[in-house]
């Protein structure tokens, strides 16, 4: 079946520096992939859909300047949180695939410090 | 905009015993519905997905869903529920003519020896 790897699976930073986080569809190609952010016991909310070779949509409120998306290839997405602060820390989930089946990483913890 | 709303937010409920998780959803076109379980500290997956067809979907772990279109409801139902079933579960739409996936609340099921 579809499997999309997502790295790293936690990671800790210190406030203003860059963190990256990969989403990659291992076995099929993926032109869309979304991006998730879960606060602790809460839902996931959609922050962006990240095409592959055009800029990314972002959802309302989700600062794009802030995270930065870049999805160059048909199997890896790429989520940048710029100049994290402790706000931003959260669980960071990406998924690709579509209708007949989406398939979602197992997430990133993020730890701003 | 389509939204969907999961009216318990927690649910606890013996060992071997039946369990229904309610899901209602809103939209002004067709919908397509999921429920997906996420186990502490992990990503999302798929529990199963109604897309069109039969209204009883059948999908992993013994769960079941009926699509309700008067009622605009998804519930989802297990007849005899385990341990290994505490986790949070999410019920999501996606309209036919958007790839995104919009997620409930999340319902956490706790299984009470």
């Known amino acids: 079946g579809a499997v999309v790897s997502q790295h790293p699976s936690w990671v800790i930073c210190k406030s203003g520096t860059s963190v990256k986080i990969e989403c990659r569809s291992l076995?099929?190609?993926?032109?869309?992939m979304f991006w998730y952010r879960q606060f602790p016991k809460q839902s996931l909310m959609l922050m962006a859909t990240?095409?592959?070779?055009?800029?990314?949509?972002?959802e309302q409120g989700v600062e794009k300047d802030k995270f930065l998306i870049n999805h160059a290839s048909l199997t890896l997405s790429t989520l940048t949180v710029t100049s994290a602060h402790p706000e931003d820390s959260s669980f960071y989930i990406c998924?690709?695939?579509?209708?007949?089946?989406?398939?979602f990483g197992s997430g990133t913890r993020l730890t701003v410090v | 905009a389509q939204s969907v709303t999961q009216l318990d937010s927690q649910v606890p409920v013996f060992e071997e015993a039946p369990v229904e998780l309610r899901c209602n959803y809103s939209?002004?076109?067709?919908?397509?519905l999921f429920w997906y379980v996420q186990y502490p500290n992990q990503g999302l997956q798929l529990l199963l997905k109604?897309?069109?067809?039969?209204?009883l979907v059948k999908g992993i772990n013994g769960f079941e869903a009926e699509f309700n279109k008067s009622q605009t409801s998804f519930h989802l139902r297990k007849p005899s529920v385990h341990i290994s079933d505490t986790a949070e579960y999410f019920c999501?739409?996606?309209?036919?003519?958007?790839?995104?996936?919009?997620f409930g609340k999340g319902t956490r099921l706790h299984i009470l020896p």
């Open positions: 998924s690709a695939g579509g209708l007949r089946g989406y398939t």
């Open positions: 076995d099929f190609q993926a032109t869309t």
């Open positions: 990240s095409n592959e070779g055009s800029k990314a949509t972002y």
């Open positions: 939209s002004s076109v067709s919908v397509y």
């Open positions: 109604y897309l069109s067809g039969s209204t």
């Open positions: 999501a739409v996606s309209e036919a003519r958007d790839d995104k996936i919009i």
